[in-house]
């Protein structure tokens, strides 16, 4: 058996929060603008959206039935979660509330993965990444173009 060492373990950790990060943080923090971020004017998480990114998790990951349901709930208590803190006076305390449910989902989906979903997710959340920063160049040369 081969032992794997505290900074390979801290490096996974670290990795897949990052990753995680990207899904859920992105989705919280994108609602605060006039524009109502890329989840549209709904808000956090509609129930369209929420399906649709659990589905291409769902392929993506491999995700099996069980994961898939307790990802769901954990998706879903955010959105709840995440309507009240939404509903806050715009300050520190909303920004460090959102931060502190973003970081608690992200713990818990990264419980239900294993190492190499978690990978898997980081390179999705990668993509996303990349096609959200082509979006924001694209609205921004076409309102040069303007």
């Not at 490096?11 to 990753?19: K, S």
């Not at 923090?29 to 291409?56: D, I, Q, V, Y």
């Not at 909303?94 to 713990?107: H, N, V």
């Amino acid at each position: 058996m081969k032992f794997i060492n505290k900074a390979t373990i801290v490096a996974a950790m670290l990795g897949g929060v990052m990753a995680i990060a990207l899904t859920v943080g992105g989705v919280a923090l994108a609602h605060g603008g006039p524009h109502g971020g890329p989840h549209g004017e709904r808000g956090l998480w509609s129930a369209e959206k929420m399906e649709e990114h659990l589905t291409e998790m769902t392929q993506r990951l491999s995700l099996n039935d069980a994961q898939e349901s307790s990802i769901r709930a954990i998706m879903e208590r955010t959105q709840a979660q995440g309507q009240e803190i939404r509903d806050m006076p715009r300050g520190k305390e909303k920004f460090t509330a959102m931060q502190e449910l973003r970081f608690a989902t992200e713990d818990q989906i990264y419980a239900n993965l294993s190492c190499e979903q978690r990978e898997d997710l980081r390179l999705l959340k990668r993509e996303h990444k990349i096609e959200r920063m082509e979006q924001r160049f694209e609205r921004r040369h076409s309102q040069d173009q303007n």
